[in-house]
C-alpha cells in the first residue's frame, strides 16, 4: 500500500484495451503497460504517438490490427521499438525523416530513407530501417553480393559498387549490426599476399631459379591436390627482389632463410653465368647485347649463315667483350649465352634477355591465284584449183586460190588427205592425176572448209605457307625444265675437239616467296614474290630453244589479320581477225565469199592474286590450323578408296590415322627375320 501510494496511476483507454501509466516520484524513465488485441494499426501508431510523442504519418495502405500484450510495465523508450517490430511482422517499415516517422509498406520503405551512414556504428537497433555503406579493403565487394542476399530480408536491396569496391546495403538496424559482423569476418588479408623479399648482393633472378628448382623438387612429394604446397615465385629485376605468393607460412619462412643464405658476395669481381634461350638464337642475341652494352650498332648475320658460323664469328670478332662492362659469348650447340659480368650488369642483361626471348608469332599465308580464260575462234574460206592440162601436150593453163597453211590449203590436202584440218571439209574430187616430181595426186576442184572452236579453263592455285615473324619463307610447284646456254661443235677434220652443250635448269611453275612482319595491333606487313610459269606448246618450232610463259608480282603491302587483299592480276580482251581473199572477186557482195577466207579469234583472260594472312600466337593455333588441313585430306583419301569388285581383287588405298594432338607417324614395317637358327629337339 506504501508503495502504490507513491505512485501516480494515468489511466488511458485506446481500442477498447486499458493502457497504464505508472511513474515513481523521481523515477528517471516513466513504465506502460501495454496490451492491445485486435486493435487497429492506426489506434496503436496513435497510443504510441501519445506515449512517446513522436509525429507519425501512416500511409493510406497500411492496414490491418495489431495484438500486443505486456503482462508486466516496461520503460516508454521501449515501447517505440515494440511498434516497429509489430509493425514489422505484418509487412509494414517505419522511416524517419525530418522529425516525422512514415508508416508505409515494407516494399517501398527503402525509397524514403533520408540519408545514408557509411560508418560502422552501433546507434541503429530494433527494427528501424536503415541504409549503410561499406567500404571493403582486401575483399571484393561483387563477389560478396551472392552471400549476403540471403541474409537479407527479400524486400531490402544488398548492390555493390565495383569502381570504389563498396557495398550498399538497406536493411532492418538489428540485422545490420549482423551484416557489419560477418563483412568484418571477411573483409581480412588473404594469406596468399604477395611478399617481396629484396636483396643486395646476389642476383634475384638466378636466386629465384634456385629456390623455385628447389622448393618445388621438395613439394613433389605433398600431392598436387595440397594447397598449402603451392607456391610462385618470380623475380622483379627491376628492384633486384624475390615476389613469394603462398598461403603456407611456413613456406614464406623457408623462402626468406635461403635468400638470405644465398644473398652473399662471391667474391670474384666479375661472376659467369650460363643463361639458357627458349626461342631466341643465342648468336643473334649475343650480337645485341654486346652491341647494348658498347653503343654500337650490331651486324645481323646473313640468313644464309650458319648458327656455327654465326658463333664462331661473334666468339673472334672484335666487339665480343666490351670494355668495363663484361663479356658475351654465344654457343650455339645449346642454344645459350655465357655472361661474364658484376651483378648490377647481369641483372639489366637479364631483364632485356627476358623481354626479348619470347615465343615469336607465326603467319599462315593463304595465296589464291584464280585465271579464268575464254579463247573462241571461227573459220570459213572456199579455194578453187583446176590442174587438168597439166599431162596434155602444148601450152596449157592451169591454177586457183590458196589460202591458209598446212592442213588447211588446197594443195596440201590435194597431196595428203590425211593432213586435212579440223572441222568442216567439202570437196569436189575427179580421180587422180600423176604429176612430175609429187606423184600421184588427187584431182581436188574445190575445198571448202568451216570451223568454230571455244576452249574456256577455269584455274585455281592455293598455295599455303606458315613461317615465323620476320623469316622469308619460299614454296616451288612445278618443273626443273633444262634450257641450253651454249653448246659446241667439232669443225672440219680436227679430232681433239669433241662437241658439247652446256645446259642450265630452271624451276617451271609455281614460286611463292613471303617475308611478314607482325605488329602489336594485329596488322601484318608482306613482302611477296610470286610467279607462275608454264612451258610454251612446244609443237611450235623455236630455233632458240623452249619458249616460256610467265606471270610475276612483286610487292609488299599492310593486311589485316584474317583479311583478304587482292595483290594484282591482268584483265585481258583481244579480238584478231584475218581475210585472205582474190583480188576483185573477193570485194564481189555475197559471190565474193566463194574467194575468200576469213579466221576470227576473241581471247579474254581474268587472272588475278590475292592474299590472306592468319597470326598465330600460341601452339593452339597452329594446332587448329594444321588439324583442319588434315582432317581435309584424309577425307579425300576416304572418298578415293577403290570399290570392291566381284573378280577383281580388294586394293586399298593409304590412309594416313586420326589426327591426335601427340601424332605418331604408323609406318608399315617388315618383320624381322630370326637372326639365330631354331634349336632342334634331341
Known sequence: MRRLLNMRIMPVLVCGALLFSTMADGAPEEKVSLNFVNADIGEVVKAVSHITGRNFLIDPRVKGTINIISSTPIPASLAYEILLSALRLQGFAAV???????????????LHIGSSNNQRSRRGHGDKLMTRVYVLKYESAAQL????????????????????????????????KRIEQIIDTIDQPSAETPVMIPLQRASAMEVAQTITRLMQDSAAPGGAGDSSMRFVLTADVRTNSLLLRTDNPARVARVRELAEKLDIETGTPGNMH??????????????????????????????AATPAAVASNAAFSGGAAPSG????????????????????????????????DVRR?????????????????????????????????GAQVIGGTNFGGAGNNIIGVTQNIGSVG??????????????????????????????????KANILSTPNLLTLDNEEAKIVIGQNVPFITGSYAKTGNAESASPFQTIERKDVGLTLRIKPQVSEGGIVKLQVFQEV?????????????????????????????????????????????????VPILGSIPLLGGLFRHETRRRTKTNLMVFIRPYIMRTASATQGMTQDRYEYLRGEQQQSQLPSRLILPDMPAPEIPPFQLKQELLLPTAPIAASAPAATQP
Open 96 to 110: 524517419e525523416s525530418d522529425g516525422i516517422t512514415k508508416v508505409m509498406p515494407e516494399a517501398e520503405a527503402k
Open 145 to 176: 553480393v551472392p552471400i549476403l542476399r540471403p541474409l537479407i530480408a527479400p524486400n531490402n536491396i544488398v548492390v555493390a559498387y565495383p569502381n570504389s569496391n563498396t557495398l550498399v546495403v538497406t536493411d532492418y538496424a538489428s540485422n545490420l
Open 274 to 303: 650460363v643463361v639458357y634461350l627458349k626461342n631466341a638464337e643465342a648468336a643473334k642475341m649475343a650480337q645485341t647485347l654486346r652491341a647494348v652494352m658498347s653503343g654500337e650498332v650490331a651486324v645481323v648475320a646473313a640468313p
Open 325 to 356: 662492362n663484361g663479356i658475351i659469348q654465344a654457343d650455339a650447340a645449346s642454344n645459350a649465352l655465357i655472361i661474364t659480368a658484376s651483378n648490377t650488369v647481369y641483372n639489366n642483361l637479364r631483364a632485356v634477355i627476358e623481354m626479348l
Open 361 to 393: 608469332a607465326q603467319v599462315f599465308v593463304e595465296a589464291l591465284i584464280v585465271e579464268v580464260t575464254a579463247d573462241k575462234a571461227a573459220e570459213f574460206g572456199v579455194q578453187w584449183q583446176d590442174l587438168t592440162g597439166i599431162n596434155r601436150d
Open 422 to 455: 579440223q572441222g568442216l571439209n567439202i570437196g569436189v574430187v575427179n580421180g587422180t592425176m600423176t604429176l612430175p616430181v609429187v606423184g600421184t595426186v588427187l584431182n581436188l576442184g574445190m575445198l571448202a572448209r568451216a570451223l568454230e572452236t571455244d576452249a
Open 533 to 581: 610459269s608454264s612451258v610454251q606448246d612446244q609443237t611450235v618450232n623455236n630455233a632458240a630453244g623452249i619458249v616460256t610463259n610467265k606471270r610475276s608480282l612483286e610487292s609488299t603491302v599492310l593486311v589485316d589479320e584474317g583479311q583478304i587483299v587482292v595483290l594484282g592480276g591482268l584483265i585481258q580482251d583481244s579480238v584478231t581477225s584475218g581475210e585472205d581473199r
